[in-house]
């Protein structure tokens, strides 16, 4: 395999998690009688450009069907994220009436309800049907379509180039990252900026995050490649902020590179060199993770096991792509965890890739009175926490397995 970004050949493996369904393809009654499709799932590290990336097995179009089961709106710490964000950008950019603000992968209208509740002129682009219809159900406008750099010239034919684009927890997830990025590079106005928001690799690799790979991830990225990869797609990057979101994000500004608006801030380069001073450039900052995922596993099968001799009852919590990577990897099913609740309807009535773990309502965790619960999503720890706190009543217990085992 050559890298997505630069063409050179792979030889370094990052992490092999096996071969495993896509994490985000919930199975239906219908479904579990049928062979379900499965992809190795093993990422790379390029020693030329430092993009951490996975092989290619599964398209976008495999990955991200009209089935697509993610939808932002069911946590509240990521809609607070959202108002936010557009709260800060309005009042740094100047966003008025006549701005106009595209959001690429738009989900379920999260972020743009806010936009257009300050009266600011907006769209969306979001490629699957069951979030661009709730988006549409909320009045937002949506493009059903995969962005590009042809998509972004026919916006701009169309007289729809953009003063802010916003691209939240997307650009891991396109195969064709130079396209992608070129089309921003395009559609913006000359003194237009995008955002890009997505989790940072020191993060993943500090906090043994290894859950957080996926087959729909297709990047794992550190400002270095995407500083690199912007450039030569005609963005630069003129300021970046650490965010706590996802265990641990960037939210990288960008502007057009043959315009130029905006001056570099000087944190940008310095974390550029941080991260050179970490390892970033040097092979040998990769090794070692698939020991830390292993022990992880172990620990999981382990905590499972001795649940199940002495009788108690597990479950988990947020039916999650991370749980489904875990859960796969650690070959989890449901004589181990009796179901998964979850808040979205999306998901509920339907089972978990690979485990075939059925997904129910909040509810059964009252009826059911289990002993230990497994909250999967551990990016929302202290919201879920706070949200199920009831259990302690029937005297259950909370569980986490990334980055360590832990009842809580």
Not at 185 to 208: C, D, S, W, Y
Not at 367 to 387: A, C, G, H, M
Request: proline share 4%; with cysteine; aromatic share 12%.
């Amino acid at each position: 395999m050559k890298c997505r970004y630069c063409g050179a050949k792979l030889s370094n493996v990052f992490v092999d998690l096996g071969v495993t369904p896509p994490s985000n393809a919930y199975l239906t009654e219908e479904d579990l009688i049928l062979p379900e499709k499965r992809f190795p799932l093993k990422v790379m590290v390029c020693d030329s450009c430092w993009l951490v990336q996975t092989e290619d097995h599964a398209g976008a179009d495999e990955l991200f069907s009209k089935d697509y089961a993610y939808f932002s709106s069911y946590s509240s710490t990521w809609l607070n994220h959202a108002k936010r964000y557009v709260d800060d950008m309005k009042d740094r950019f100047r966003l008025n009436a006549e701005s106009n603000v595209i959001e690429v992968a738009a989900n379920d209208g999260y972020l743009l309800q806010h936009v257009r509740d300050m009266g600011i002129s907006c769209f969306g682009i979001e490629p699957t049907k069951g979030t661009a219809s709730a988006a549409k159900k909320k009045g937002i406008d949506i493009l059903e379509k995969f962005f590009g750099s042809v998509l972004a010239r026919e916006l701009v034919e169309q007289g729809k180039s953009a003063d802010l684009m916003a691209a939240n927890n997307v650009l891991a997830h396109v195969p064709d990252i130079n396209d992608f990025v070129s089309g921003f590079a395009v559609l913006l106005k000359p003194e237009g900026v995008a955002t890009f928001e997505f989790p940072h690799i020191m993060e993943l690799i500090a906090k043994n995050q290894f859950d957080t790979v996926y087959h729909e991830h297709y990047s794992y990225l550190s400002l270095t490649a995407v500083d690199s990869i912007f450039r030569k797609n005609g963005l630069l990057v003129f300021d970046v902020e650490k965010l706590p979101t996802h265990g641990g994000s960037l939210r990288v500004f960008a502007c057009r590179k043959d315009v130029s608006f905006y001056e570099r801030i000087g944190k940008v380069n310095d974390l550029l060199a941080f991260e050179e001073e970490i390892g970033v450039k040097d092979v040998n900052y990769y090794t070692g993770f698939q020991a830390k995922a292993d022990k992880v596993k172990a620990d999981f099968v382990e905590f499972l096991g001795q649940a199940k001799k002495k009788n108690k009852k597990t479950v988990g919590y947020g039916a999650a792509a991370k749980g489904n990577t875990l859960m796969n990897y650690a070959g989890v099913n449901s004589a181990l965890v009796t179901f998964v609740a979850d808040r979205n309807p999306e998901k509920q009535g339907k089972y978990l890739p690979g485990s075939h773990i059925p997904v129910v309502d909040e509810k059964m965790l009252i009826e059911f009175r289990p002993d230990y619960v497994i909250i999967f999503p551990w990016n929302l720890r202290e919201e879920i926490t706070e949200q199920l706190g009831y259990i302690k009543g029937w005297g259950g217990e909370l569980v986490t397995a990334v980055p360590c085992l832990e009842i809580i």
